[in-house]
Nanobody
Framework: QVHLVESGGGLVQAGGSLRLSCAAS????????MAWYRQAPGTQREFVAL???????NYTLSVKGRFTVSRDNVRNTVYLQMNDLKPEDTAVYYC?????????WGRGTQVTVSS
């Protein structure tokens, strides 16, 4: 069974930085594309960033130039470095992967950005 565990969320002032981590188990991590999503209160979960198994990355437009997704295939961990945070980045951030035709999600980590 695939397990994803996020960490690193917290409260930060606008303009600050946070680094989220997602530790993965139960899959061949180096073969898996990994993604970050977020969900603010009263909204649908939205895509934030993805890193493929080869290291290619993709971002939603609102975070380009501020967020960086990376992976460590030794630690089976994916990271999301978030800089220049804005109040509109406030959300629960979820780690996601699609493995053997199934989607797996972590429980999420709360990020709150104060103005």
């Amino acid at each position: 069974q695939v397990h994803l565990v996020e960490s690193g969320g917290g409260l930060v002032q606008a303009g600050g930085s946070l680094r989220l981590s997602c530790a993965a188990s139960g899959l061949n991590f180096r073969l898996a594309a990994m993604a970050w999503y977020r969900q603010a209160p009263g909204t649908q979960r939205e895509f934030v960033a993805l890193i493929s198994n080869t290291g290619s990355t993709n971002y939603t437009l609102s975070v380009k130039g501020r967020f960086t997704v990376s992976r460590d295939n030794v630690r089976n961990t994916v990271y999301l470095q978030m800089n220049d945070l804005k109040p509109e980045d406030t959300a629960v951030y979820y780690c996601n992967t699609r493995w053997r035709q199934r989607d797996f999600w972590g429980r999420g980590t709360q990020v709150t950005v104060s103005s």
